[in-house]
């Protein structure tokens, strides 16, 4: 056993070098890779989708269904999460020949009176407020520079993270209403879809964009409905994520 | 920079693979299975990125005084899908491991064989 798993890394390690042997120089404009469809949203992407960061481009206009269905799969990671039955309630009783279980659990509730660091507690209470402006900004600015959705998405979970390990899960739990929160977690795939909706009613594709000069503000608008809905929907269904990983 | 006939950022990615890889097959506890998959991912994404990049390049955003030459926006975006599917994976994974410690008390594999 011990060998096969070398052995496995060895002829992996092959493979690839044979593999990345091949590639063409690292960094060349004439690459393969930038002469197909690369070099057109470069050239006509700014006019085509008004948007002047192509990175967002590509992601919400000229590949809208490959995001739509990516924020989809994060809500059912969450969805699965969720699901899973609860271990302790469902460990049988006549476990008694596996006494490390048993020290485990006397831990559960012990955890929650670690204290934090007052310098940790300070750190995150002083940067907070400005973690939580730099979200918005680059959630805001996704589409004009460098930022996005799925970016302030992921400040905003790491915020939620750090607060909730210095002020309790309690606490922080309170940051997402309780009723709002079964729809919050929701919000990537239903802004998707509404905006792909009405993209259908305007443009006769879903998920399309009107083109027009004149549905500028439309336009501008449908996109940042969009990014809303994945940083809002992405940052919930971490921080719900977090919460649903109590041991 | 070119070493053994590769690249440098190549074989960088190759390396990196290949630890993530051993830490997957070999180790025994779950987590630092889970945390070479993550190595594992993390080499890829770093290959797909790189492969978009362009020899003095700006980052593709077409704002004033940028250019001629953008690098290639696809692999970003190609990148940020497959962030959220490792996010989710890992979220799963992680999720199964804390239920595996709840119900047997170890996460070593070797412990967890034949138990009930």
Request: proline share 6%; net charge neutral.
């Amino acid at each position: 056993m011990r060998w096969l798993g070398l052995a496995l890394v060895v002829v992996a390690a092959a493979t690839l070098m044979l593999g990345v042997a091949d590639l063409p120089p690292h960094g060349a404009p004439d690459a393969p890779v930038h002469t197909h469809v690369g070099a057109r949203y470069l050239e006509r992407g700014v006019a085509e989708t008004g948007m002047r960061n192509l990175v967002t481009a590509v992601l919400l206009v000229y590949r809208g269904f490959d995001t739509f269905l990516e924020v989809v799969v994060i809500f059912s990671a969450l969805v699965a999460v969720v699901a899973l039955p609860r271990g302790r309630a469902a460990r049988p009783d006549d476990g008694d020949d596996r006494p490390p279980a048993a020290s485990l659990t006397a831990e559960g509730p012990a955890q929650q009176l670690v204290s934090v660091s007052p310098v940790v507690a300070f750190v995150v209470q002083l940067l907070g407020p400005f973690i939580a402006v730099f979200a918005l900004a680059s959630l805001y600015r996704g589409h004009v520079s460098p930022g996005g959705g799925f970016q302030s998405a992921a400040i905003f979970g790491a915020l939620f993270i750090a607060i909730a390990l210095v002020q309790g899960r309690e606490r922080a739990a309170l940051l997402v209403p309780r009723g709002a929160r079964v729809w919050l977690q929701a919000l990537g795939p239903l802004s998707f879809a509404l905006i792909g909706t009405v993209g259908w009613i305007l443009t006769g594709a879903f998920l399309g964009y009107p083109a027009d000069a004149a549905a500028y503000a439309l336009r501008e608008a449908m996109v940042v409905a969009v990014e809303v809905g994945i940083a809002v929907g992405g940052a919930v269904i971490l921080a719900q994520l977090f919460m649903a990983m109590e041991g | 920079m070119v070493l053994f006939g590769v690249d440098v950022d190549y074989l960088a990615f190759v390396v990196l693979f290949c630890v993530g890889l051993y830490m997957l097959v070999r180790k025994s506890n779950l987590l630092k299975k889970l945390l070479g998959l993550n190595v594992m991912e993390t080499a890829v994404f770093a290959f797909l990125v790189t492969a978009g990049m362009i020899e003095g390049a700006d980052p593709p955003i077409r704002t004033a005084g940028t250019g001629p030459l953008f690098a290639n926006p696809i692999p970003h975006a190609m990148v940020l899908t497959g962030i959220v599917v490792a996010v989710s994976v890992t979220a799963v994974a992680l999720a199964l491991i804390v239920q595996i410690h709840a119900h047997y008390g170890t996460i070593e594999v070797d412990e967890l064989k034949g138990l009930p």
